[in-house]
């Protein structure tokens, strides 16, 4: 079946550094990829996606390369804020049928000043 | 801007309970979804519908229902309240013209059953 494997948290940073969040993922077919992020008290926003293989999906400084062939999608920003700290949630969603999404276990992200 | 909103922030309840979440959205979407959200399970899906009066099960459907009788709202039962149910549940929606579509997610109902 389809799933998502994200890496334990949660994560601390100061604020300047470097961010990588894993994701990797179980589908059959082509699967549509996406990160969702959920700031403290919130729902969860569209943070970025990407469609197909080798596609680079990016907002707010953060960027993920759909990767076939290791089967990831890690989230990247070279340079985190101390207003990034939230909850991140891998997804991807099957490239036919339904809209359901199928989503990581999320990554607790705090950035210290 | 799209919007989903949730009837309740917080909500406390007691074992055995009827209880009924509330969702609306203001962008005519076609789809409307409910996830339950726990610390480490990240958010599964409860129930999605696709439209007025249509509904299929999510991955853990056991323990709820849904009512979806108008476009804009999709409601979430509980029939009969129990303590792991105890969870924070977000509602989506999104348009249904493709499978690139993203779904908008409303604040969240955080539900305690005691």
């Known amino acids: 079946g389809n799933s998502v494997t994200q890496m334990e948290g949660p994560v601390t940073l100061s604020e300047e550094a470097f961010l990588t969040i894993n994701c990797t993922y179980t589908?059959?077919?082509?699967?549509?990829l996406f990160w969702y992020v959920q700031y403290p008290g919130e729902g969860l926003q569209l943070l970025l996606k990407?469609?197909?293989?080798?596609d680079k999906g990016s907002n707010k400084g953060f960027e993920a390369t759909y990767r076939k062939e290791t089967t990831s999608f890690h989230l990247e920003k070279g340079s985190v804020q101390v207003s990034d700290s939230a909850v991140y949630f891998c997804a991807l969603r099957k490239s036919w049928g339904a809209q359901k999404l199928v989503f990581g276990q999320g990554t607790r992200l705090t950035i210290n000043p | 801007d799209v919007k989903v909103t949730q009837s309740s922030r917080y909500l406390v309840k007691r074992t055995g309970e009827k209880v009924f979440l509330e969702c609306v959205q203001d962008m005519d979407h076609e789809n409307m979804f409910w996830y339950r959200q726990d610390p480490g399970l990240g958010l599964r899906l409860i129930y999605f519908?696709?439209?007025?009066?249509?509904?299929e099960k999510g991955d853990i459907p056991e323990g709820y229902s849904v009512s979806r009788e108008k476009k804009e709202r999709f409601s979430l039962i509980l029939e009969s309240a129990s303590t792991n149910q105890t969870s924070m549940y977000l509602c989506?929606?999104?348009?249904?013209?493709?499978?690139?579509?993203?779904?908008?997610f409303g604040p969240g109902t955080r539900l305690l059953v005691l």
């Open positions: 989506a929606s999104s348009f249904d013209t493709g499978f690139q579509e993203t779904q908008y």
């Open positions: 589908a059959t077919g082509y699967p549509s």
């Open positions: 519908s696709y439209d007025v009066k249509m509904k």
């Open positions: 990407a469609t197909k293989a080798d």
